[in-house]
């Protein structure tokens, strides 16, 4: 038998709390969609080419190109296209800062999996220090899957730490409610 | 005419410079160069090359051995090559080739970069000296480790 799905249209913006409380609370259909990083695990990124270069303005540039794969713990991402941009290195010095970016574009056909959970969109930029990613698409919505709920919007703003995530724009949720009894 | 062939020139320890208006924009140094005159070729153990590199500083190279096309200034280092791009950034690969006028380093050989918390690697490489700008091609990899 098919699940019954609810289907909700909405255009404001939307805030769904992901993961944080998972195991406190019943578990909705809004707490199973999120994407959670482990910021602290090595970052890893696959590509066909990559272009690095000093941005005049002293922070570094590393841009990945073709058939590009991230992983990160458990979370992958795979695009046509991403940019690494470094913080800004100290003043007089030519020195790159190594480590992690502080912010990640990636742009074409961009996918993100973790956990069940998949995200599609044209363009995700992630904040390293705000721990956070945005997905926005051009020419259809951005959409995040977990099984049979889907949420689509044309802006999905995921807190990456808080497993929070709001959806802005043309929302639209098709969420399973929950079985009875649990 | 065969025997009054030019030997080759055997120099030991030897300094080569190139310079731009006030600027050694090249300097070679190699333990031995064995000079075909007639190739125009020089063949080079120990050798180190430093090339200017603007506010990024020179860049430094080094490899057991290498080739100089005297005719074409293009310089090639083998027998694994190890140098610095600029401060905190090494790289290794099995051969280079440096083509004085494009200003470019080429590797056609897999190829290992290594910054504070970053390791590179690739298949090839290609760095444009003026801009450092550095391309890396074929099954790159990077490996990015928190502070």
Not at chain 1, 62 to 85: K, P, T, Y
Not at chain 2, 6 to 34: H, K, M
Not at chain 2, 42 to 63: C, F, H, M, N
Request: charged residues 25%.
């Amino acid at each position: 038998m098919r699940p019954r799905l609810l289907s909700i249209a909405l255009h404001a913006g939307l805030l769904l709390a992901a993961s944080g409380a998972a195991g406190e609370q019943p578990e909705t259909a809004a707490q199973r969609l999120g994407i959670v990083v482990e910021s602290g695990a090595p970052l890893e990124i696959r590509a066909d080419e990559l272009e690095a270069l000093p941005d005049p303005s002293g922070r570094d540039r590393v841009i990945f190109q073709q058939n590009v794969r991230v992983s990160q713990g458990d979370m992958l991402l795979h695009c046509n296209w991403l940019e690494a941009i470094y913080p800004k290195r100290a003043e007089g010095s030519a020195t790159p800062v190594g480590g992690q970016p502080e912010r990640i574009t990636a742009r074409g056909a961009v996918r993100i999996l973790q956990a069940g959970n998949e995200a599609n969109c044209s363009e995700a930029v992630f904040d390293n220090q705000a721990c956070s990613a945005e997905c926005t698409a051009s020419g259809g919505p951005a959409t995040l899957r977990h099984g049979d709920d889907l949420i689509e919007a044309d802006r999905i703003f995921f807190d990456l730490c808080q497993g929070v995530l709001k959806a802005r724009g043309n929302v639209r949720i098709q969420a399973r409610p929950p079985e009875s009894g649990k | 005419v065969r025997g009054l062939e030019a030997p080759p020139l055997v120099l030991r320890g030897i300094a080569l410079e190139g310079w731009t208006g006030a600027v050694r924009d090249l300097s070679v140094e190699a333990a031995q160069a064995t000079i075909d005159l007639e190739g125009r070729v020089a063949k080079l153990d120990q050798v180190r090359i430093s090339l200017a590199g603007g506010e990024a500083g020179p860049l430094e190279v080094r490899s057991p051995s290498g080739e100089f096309d005297l005719a074409r200034d293009v310089l090639w280092l083998r027998g694994g090559v190890e140098g610095q791009t600029r401060p905190g950034e090494r790289f290794s690969t099995a051969e280079l080739r440096f083509d004085q006028e494009s200003g470019r380093l080429h590797s056609a050989h897999p190829v290992r970069i290594e910054r504070p918390n970053l390791d590179l690697t690739a298949s090839a490489m290609d760095l444009e000296l003026a801009a450092r700008r550095l391309h890396l091609y074929g099954s790159v990899r990077a490996e990015l480790r928190s502070k």
